[in-house]
């Protein structure tokens, strides 16, 4: 919206600075940073009032959460009315790219806050069932990746690109639709299953929105793809400015998540912003940079795969608990050393992510 009063400018004044991706991109960070700080506590203060039990705690889970009976949740809310409303705020709202990320992730967030709800009001773990909450999503999914293939220049048009390797495209014809859905379904339910520990799931978020973030400006800029040898895509620049909005409600967000935690994220949260990625990751052509990226919600995602299809077919099971990050507390690993320590994961997948750009 702010990006408008650029046309005020002469050149070289205040108002061009308005112009500049980088520029309302730093800005977008520091009001969703400060719109966290400012409206955290009063939100925690509500839901805690509003939902009196708070989050139910899993009976068949690690011992050490029952610790944690009476935590409120959906504190989704604050970074995702952060994210939204300082997109609104400092993004070019005439960018298809831009409505098609913040429409994924306000969809993903109804269908969680749904979730959320029904979980809280009856007091149980099971929330809207899993079949409506995945035919949902995919509808969502099959809407955003339909707006993608149609916005993307036609030499990209449901193509797969190949990370490494120069110039190489996969056209996947009608089946990228399908494609694009798994990919922003599966990224959003594997962030979603990651969100188990205090600020286990927002800080690695934050560091794969943040790598995507520059991969989106980097495509969307021709004299970068130029030099590295990746594919241009038009406009996606712009969601520099959503991501930085992202990471600042995110840090908003962790001030009050870090252990112990005084709200959790919920499905709300957790479902959003799992599929902003995947959404991120179709617009700018980087589908499969996204499970580098995102490599830790992939082997999460997996763990819970592995541990329910064994378990069936050998009534055994791989770990002692999924997702893994339970199998870990299982082992004796504290709740702390598990979360820095998949930080750091997440942080060098990021590094190895960002490397395909020059790879080539």
Same mark, same amino acid.
């Given at each position: 919206?702010?990006?408008?009063?650029?046309?005020? =400018?002469?050149?070289?004044?205040? %108002? &061009?600075?308005?112009?500049?991706?980088?520029?309302?991109?730093?800005?977008?960070?520091?009001?969703?940073?400060?719109?966290?700080?400012?409206? *955290?506590?009063?939100?925690?203060?509500?839901?805690?009032?509003? !939902?009196?039990?708070? !989050?139910? +705690?899993?009976?068949?889970?690690?011992?050490?959460?029952?610790?944690?009976?009476?935590?409120?949740?959906?504190?989704?809310?604050? +970074?995702?009315?952060?994210?939204?409303?300082?997109?609104?705020?400092? @993004?070019?709202?005439?960018?298809?790219?831009?409505?098609?990320?913040?429409?994924?992730?306000?969809?993903?967030?109804?269908?969680?806050?749904?979730?959320?709800?029904?979980?809280?009001?009856?007091? &149980?773990?099971?929330?809207?069932?899993?079949?409506?909450?995945? *035919?949902?999503?995919?509808?969502? /999914?099959?809407?955003?990746?339909?707006? /993608? =293939?149609?916005?993307?220049?036609?030499?990209?048009?449901?193509?797969?690109?190949?990370?490494?390797?120069?110039?190489?495209?996969?056209?996947?014809?009608?089946?990228?639709?399908? %494609?694009?859905?798994?990919?922003?379904?599966?990224?959003?339910?594997?962030?979603?299953?990651?969100?188990?520990?205090?600020? #286990?799931?927002?800080?690695?978020?934050?560091?794969?929105?943040?790598?995507?973030?520059? +991969?989106?400006?980097?495509?969307?800029?021709?004299?970068?793809?130029?030099? #590295?040898?990746?594919?241009?895509?038009?406009?996606?620049?712009?969601?520099?400015?959503?991501?930085? /909005?992202?990471?600042?409600?995110? #840090?908003?967000?962790?001030?009050?998540?870090?252990?112990? @935690?005084?709200?959790?994220?919920?499905?709300?949260?957790?479902?959003?912003? *799992?599929?902003?990625?995947?959404?991120?990751?179709?617009?700018?052509?980087?589908?499969?940079?996204?499970? +580098?990226?995102?490599?830790?919600?992939?082997?999460?995602?997996?763990?819970?795969?592995?541990?329910?299809?064994?378990?069936?077919?050998?009534?055994?099971?791989?770990?002692?608990?999924?997702?893994?990050?339970?199998?870990?507390?299982?082992?004796?690993?504290?709740?702390? !050393?598990?979360?820095?320590?998949?930080?750091?994961? =997440?942080?060098?997948?990021?590094?190895?992510?960002?490397?395909?750009?020059?790879?080539?």
């Amino acid at each position: 919206m702010l990006y408008w009063l650029s046309y005020l =400018s002469e050149g070289g004044d205040f %108002f &061009n600075l308005f112009r500049y991706i980088t520029f309302r991109a730093g800005a977008a960070f520091f009001t969703a940073l400060i719109f966290g700080f400012i409206f *955290g506590r009063p939100l925690i203060n509500y839901l805690r009032r509003v !939902q009196k039990k708070g !989050q139910p +705690i899993r009976d068949d889970g690690p011992e050490s959460h029952l610790s944690k009976a009476g935590t409120p949740t959906m504190g989704g809310l604050l +970074i995702l009315s952060a994210l939204l409303i300082t997109t609104l705020l400092w @993004a070019r709202l005439d960018n298809g790219y831009v409505w098609i990320v913040m429409l994924v992730t306000a969809g993903f967030a109804g269908i969680g806050f749904a979730d959320d709800y029904a979980k809280v009001s009856k007091h &149980n773990t099971k929330g809207v069932s899993s079949r409506i909450r995945m *035919g949902l999503g995919l509808l969502i /999914a099959a809407l955003a990746a339909i707006a /993608a =293939s149609w916005l993307h220049p036609d030499e990209l048009s449901n193509q797969l690109a190949l990370p490494i390797f120069k110039d190489v495209l996969v056209n996947l014809s009608f089946m990228f639709i399908p %494609f694009a859905m798994i990919v922003i379904v599966g990224s959003a339910n594997a962030v979603n299953l990651t969100d188990g520990l205090d600020g #286990l799931a927002i800080m690695p978020v934050m560091i794969a929105a943040g790598t995507l973030g520059v +991969i989106a400006y980097t495509v969307g800029r021709v004299d970068f793809t130029e030099y #590295l040898g990746v594919h241009h895509v038009p406009g996606t620049g712009e969601i520099l400015v959503f991501v930085a /909005a992202l990471i600042g409600g995110g #840090l908003g967000f962790l001030w009050y998540n870090a252990p112990p @935690a005084a709200v959790f994220m919920g499905d709300t949260g957790s479902l959003a912003l *799992g599929g902003a990625l995947g959404a991120i990751a179709v617009v700018t052509k980087h589908e499969i940079v996204l499970a +580098i990226v995102g490599g830790l919600f992939v082997v999460e995602a997996l763990s819970v795969i592995i541990q329910v299809l064994y378990f069936k077919k050998t009534g055994k099971r791989v770990f002692l608990m999924a997702p893994i990050h339970h199998h870990f507390e299982k082992k004796g690993w504290g709740e702390a !050393q598990i979360v820095i320590r998949f930080w750091i994961i =997440s942080l060098i997948l990021a590094l190895i992510g960002l490397a395909t750009l020059k790879l080539r």
